[in-house]
């Protein structure tokens, strides 16, 4: 696309200057990495991961029969060979995007490495969370200094590996209170890559990273009481669908949006499990459910992820109007309704999630007609179909009923998609 072209888009109100600058930005970011480039940068990724933990083999099968004295420089000079290949880098290829991130990553594989031998050579003992931390933390500046998008990635699973070995597998187990402090830490990064590189695969795995890690972690807040987590949840979802929805994601494939993907899917689980009315039973001391959502600390994510997707929900309205909301950006707030006023009334809760799971379907059904779009169309009838299979298991229905039910859900798919290729072949 043409500057040219841009302006006159910007012009004529159908995109904003701030989604022009990005699509202009995406563009120069291509015409800059061409395919071969990319190639290498992936093959020295590749490469410096398998020399990093080469490395760490070849020192492991030789050490003890190494002198102590020579364990020590051994388990240093990785370290130091790291550091001086990074000054390399920085001073000479800097502009080189395969030797910022290989160099990178061979440095954080060394710190790893360092502080393990050590603590072997000399017997230090100690947690595998306090490894990891001290690990986190030392490669958290690297990933700045080296502008290095790989090791950026690196640290995000480091981060939730960590809060996973405290919150979830160690025993006893504590909230992982520093998992957010050191999530705010890689923040402004992914802040810089976004603005940088909007559409290129580092942010898209960005995106696919932070969204699973923030997903696994947020239970740790839960207090043992994960069913009241729901609230949250639909929230962070609805804010996932809500990034993934500006104008120019909304161009992307539905599998090169990854923000849109989890948000549409979390979304639809969350509104499958609460069409179930027996699932509000399992929560203990419901009578008093409304003083637990104000118990530390649960309300901080309720009140974080409630105020944050609001506000994302209030900017787009301003922008496209009620017509330009699709009903899944708006099930979070719905959702919030329904669990604050019928919490102890369950029945309530399974009858509305039932028919926002037939409104999300229906919709996605008629939009995917107006597009002429196969696959938004089939996504409806599963999401309708896969309702009526939820009711297979809880509902008094007949199996003479849910048969004939089936059958017409089968035969609707064949009817769409043969009036939708006629239709397509009349066009063409």
């Not at 364990?71 to 290829?93: D, E, H, N, S």
């Not at 637990?292 to 994510?301: A, T």
């Not at 298991?393 to 939708?420: A, C, M, P």
Request: a positive charge.
């Amino acid at each position: 696309m043409t500057p040219h072209e841009l302006e006159e888009l910007v012009r004529e109100n159908i995109i904003s200057r701030e989604t022009a600058t990005q699509i202009a930005s995406y563009y120069k970011s291509k015409q800059e990495q061409p395919k071969q480039n990319r190639l290498l940068l992936v093959f020295g990724i590749l490469g410096a991961l398998l020399i990093g933990l080469g490395i760490i083999l070849i020192l492991a099968s030789n050490w003890d029969e190494l002198p102590k004295t020579v364990r020590v420089l051994f388990a240093f000079l990785p370290l130091v060979a790291m550091q001086i290949l990074c000054g390399y880098t920085l001073l000479r290829k800097n502009d080189n995007r395969v030797w910022r991130e290989s160099s990178a990553l061979l440095l954080i594989f060394a710190i790893g490495a360092s502080i393990s031998l050590i603590s072997q050579i000399y017997h230090i003992s100690g947690e595998m969370s306090t490894f990891l931390l001290t690990w986190i933390l030392l490669g958290l500046p690297i990933i700045y200094i080296m502008k290095s998008a790989t090791s950026s990635i690196l640290y995000l699973i480091g981060i939730t590996v960590y809060a996973m070995e405290i919150g979830y597998w160690n025993y006893p187990t504590r909230i992982p209170y520093e998992y957010w402090l050191l999530l705010v830490g890689i923040i402004p990064f992914y802040l810089y890559m976004r603005k940088k590189q909007t559409l290129s695969n580092f942010v898209f795995f960005h995106h696919i990273i932070i969204a699973l890690s923030v997903t696994i972690m947020l239970t740790s807040l839960s207090k043992g009481e994960p069913l009241l987590m729901f609230i949250p949840y639909m929230n962070l979802f609805g804010i996932f669908l809500l990034m993934g929805s500006t104008p120019l994601k909304e161009k992307l494939k539905i599998h090169d949006n990854a923000l849109f993907s989890i948000g549409t899917i979390g979304t639809l689980i969350l509104l499958y499990i609460n069409s179930f009315h027996s699932m509000w039973r399992y929560i203990n001391n419901i009578e008093d459910i409304y003083f637990q959502f104000f118990d530390f600390p649960l309300f901080i994510p309720m009140l974080l992820t409630t105020i944050i997707g609001f506000y994302l929900f209030i900017s787009k309205l301003k922008k496209v109007g009620w017509g330009g909301i699709r009903p899944l950006e708006f099930i979070f707030i719905f959702f919030f309704i329904l669990i604050i006023t019928f919490m102890k009334f369950p029945t309530i809760i399974a009858i509305g999630s039932n028919l926002a799971i037939l409104i999300i379907g229906i919709n996605t059904i008629l939009r995917g007609i107006k597009q002429n779009h196969l696959g938004v169309v089939n996504f409806g009838l599963i999401i309708i179909s896969t309702l009526i299979l939820t009711r297979f298991f809880d509902t008094n229905i007949s199996f003479l009923l849910r048969g004939l039910i089936f059958i017409g859900i089968g035969i609707g798919f064949f009817v769409t998609n043969y009036q939708l290729l006629k239709k397509r072949k009349a066009h063409e």
